[in-house]
């Protein structure tokens, strides 16, 4: 799927956003998941999750409850990066990548997004990766634990 393709996806994200529920869903499609395979996700054929329509994978992820906003900020984001590197659509990945080369817009476009899903966690922003980790080792320790309590 073309960046072009990804970046129409996210946008009719947020000019239409869906339910809580499907928002998942949508995302992945967006991304170009194979409908087919987004389906078995959401049936629970191809899902680790104990309740219907929750999605749990091998490598869970603490991730917060989302409102309609919060979804709706990150959507744009996205879109922000993937309108940036569609701008260089002539660099490879690698090219727009390269710590000493990536171009200041895409670069500020991830900071943006970075800075977007660090406030999903917490209002103070994190001083660090290491701290950051820190934080969400913790998150998962909770998430795990309360799921042993189930």
């Known amino acids: 799927m073309k960046y072009a393709e990804v970046a129409e ?6 000019e239409n ?11 992945l499609l ?17 899902n680790l999750a104990k309740e219907p329509g929750a999605v749990l994978c091998y490598n869970t992820f603490p991730i917060p409850d989302l409102t309609e906003g919060q979804k709706q900020t990150i959507t744009m984001h996205v879109g922000e990066v993937l309108t ?11 090219q ?5 080369k990536m171009p200041d ?5 991830h900071h ?6 660090d406030r999903l966690y917490r209002t103070k922003p994190f001083t660090s990766d290491e701290e950051r980790l820190e934080h969400l080792f913790k ?6 634990a309360a799921e042993q309590l189930v």
């Open 9 to 14: 996806n996210v946008k009719r994200l947020v």
């Open 17 to 27: 956003p869906p339910s809580q529920d499907e928002f998942i869903y949508e995302l």
């Open 30 to 46: 967006a991304y170009g998941s194979p409908k087919s395979g987004v389906t078995l996700v959401k049936k629970g054929t191809r």
């Open 84 to 94: 940036e590197r569609e701008a260089h659509s002539e660099k490879t990945m690698a």
């Open 96 to 100: 727009l990548y390269d710590p000493d």
């Open 105 to 109: 817009g895409l670069r500020a476009a």
């Open 112 to 117: 943006n997004l970075d800075l977007a899903v």
């Open 139 to 144: 998150l998962y320790e909770e998430m795990t």
